[in-house]
T-cell receptor
C-alpha cells in the first residue's frame, strides 16, 4: 500500500531563517507530487507541483522553492522566511494521468516568529 | 475562471441529526471533476468522493450521500445520522483536467454528543 511521510510535524522558525520541509512517498512510482499551504481557516493553496524528477511548476510567486531530487521525494525550501509563510503545509500525490483523487501527508505546521 | 464556494463556514449539529454541506462551483469547461475531502483534527486530508461532469447520478456510501446538479452548479454532501467522529473540516474541490485542483474554503462541522 502507498504511504506518504512528511517531516517535521511542527516547526517554529525566526523570520529570516531558512526552511526545508521534506515529503516522501512509498509504494508507488512516478507519482505527481504537490505542495499546498493552508492558512488558518482557509482552503488549500497550491504552491508547487511536479510530474517527474527535476520538473517543478510554480503556481504562486513567492520566496519559496521546491525540488524533486528523487522520484518519490519532494522538498520545499526557503532561504529567508517571512511572517506570512506561517501556515500548515501539506504534501500530496496522485497517479500520473489524472486528475484523480489526491493522497495527502500528515502536514507540517510552520510558525514564523 | 474556476471557483469553488462553500458558503457555510461552520455548522453545529447534535448527534444523529442529518446535515448537508453545500458546494457551488464555477467553470466554463464542459469536462471537469468534483471532489470532497475530509480533514479531521489530525490535519491529514482524506479523499471521500470524485465525480466527473458527465455523471450526474447521485451517490450513496453508507451514511454519506452526494447530490450533483449541473443545472445549479452544485455538489452537495449530506451526512445522515451524524456522529461525533464526523466532526471535521470538509472541503469541496474542482479540477478541470490539469494539475491544479481548486479547493473551497471548507466547512467546519461540529457534531455534539
Amino acid at each position: 500500500s502507498q504511504t506518504i511521510h512528511q517531516w517535521p510535524a511542527t516547526l517554529v522558525q525566526p523570520v529570516g531563517s531558512p526552511l526545508s520541509l521534506e515529503c516522501t512517498v512509498e509504494g508507488t512510482s512516478n507519482p505527481n507530487l504537490y505542495w499546498y499551504r493552508q492558512a488558518a481557516g482557509r482552503g488549500l493553496q497550491l504552491l508547487f507541483y511536479s510530474v517527474g524528477i527535476g520538473q517543478i511548476s510554480s503556481e504562486v510567486p513567492q520566496n519559496l522553492s521546491a525540488s524533486r531530487p528523487q522520484d518519490r521525494q519532494f522538498i520545499l525550501s526557503s532561504k529567508k522566511l517571512l511572517l506570512s509563510d506561517s501556515g500548515f503545509y501539506l504534501c500530496a500525490w496522485d497517479i500520473a494521468g489524472g486528475p484523480g483523487e489526491q493522497f495527502f501527508g500528515p502536514g507540517t505546521r510552520l510558525t514564523v516568529l | 475562471a474556476q471557483k469553488v464556494t462553500q458558503a457555510q463556514t461552520e455548522i453545529s449539529v447534535v448527534e444523529k441529526e442529518d446535515v448537508t454541506l453545500d458546494c457551488v462551483y464555477e467553470t466554463r469547461d464542459t469536462t471537469y471533476y468534483l471532489f470532497w475531502y475530509k480533514q479531521p483534527p489530525s490535519g491529514e486530508l482524506v479523499f471521500l468522493i470524485r465525480r466527473n461532469s458527465f455523471d450526474e447520478q447521485n451517490e450513496i456510501s453508507g451514511r454519506y450521500s452526494w447530490n450533483f446538479q449541473k443545472s445549479t452548479s452544485s455538489f452537495n454532501f449530506t451526512i445522515t445520522a451524524s456522529q461525533v467522529v464526523d466532526s471535521a473540516v470538509y472541503f469541496c474541490a474542482l479540477n478541470t483536467g490539469g494539475f491544479k485542483t481548486i479547493f473551497g474554503a471548507g466547512t467546519r462541522l461540529f457534531v455534539k454528543a
